[in-house]
Nanobody, 124 residues
Framework: QVQLVESGGGLVQAGGSLRLSCAAS????????MAWFRQAPGKEREFVSVIGWSDGRRYYADSVKGRFTISRDNAKNTVYLQMNSLKPDDTAVYYCAADRTMANYLNMKKYDYWGQGTQVTVSS
């Protein structure tokens, strides 16, 4: 079992930065691929980024590439999402998710565990 708790969301002006954290419980955190998804009001949940559990592979949605950076600290059981140059379109609830493999990482239905989400609001 893995439990995920996100933090770090808030209100920021366009062009600003935020760093989201996702703290995981469970001794097997280091063996899970960790991802971030987001859901804006009235829209479907969408993939943002994913990081592998040991090989450092990272993938990003085109909409955030070059602005967001995903990282993890297995010693702290935490995954991060550094978000720079934020835009109003980045406004959403951001969710952390975990799965055993990186396969089909775009498919949110494959993730076994989800956090409760943290709100990010970017004002223009």
């Amino acid at each position: 079992q893995v439990q995920l708790v996100e933090s770090g969301g808030g209100l920021v002006q366009a062009g600003g930065s935020l760093r989201l954290s996702c703290a995981a419980s469970g001794r097997t955190f280091s063996s899970y691929a960790m991802a971030w998804f987001r859901q804006a009001p009235g829209k479907e949940r969408e993939f943002v980024s994913v990081i592998g559990w040991s090989d450092g592979r990272r993938y990003y949605a085109d909409s955030v590439k070059g602005r967001f950076t995903i990282s993890r600290d297995n010693a702290k059981n935490t995954v991060y999402l550094q978000m720079n140059s934020l835009k109003p379109d980045d406004t959403a609830v951001y969710y952390c998710a975990a799965d055993r493999t990186m396969a089909n990482y775009l498919n949110m239905k494959k993730y076994d565990y989800w956090g409760q989400g943290t709100q990010v609001t970017v004002s223009s």
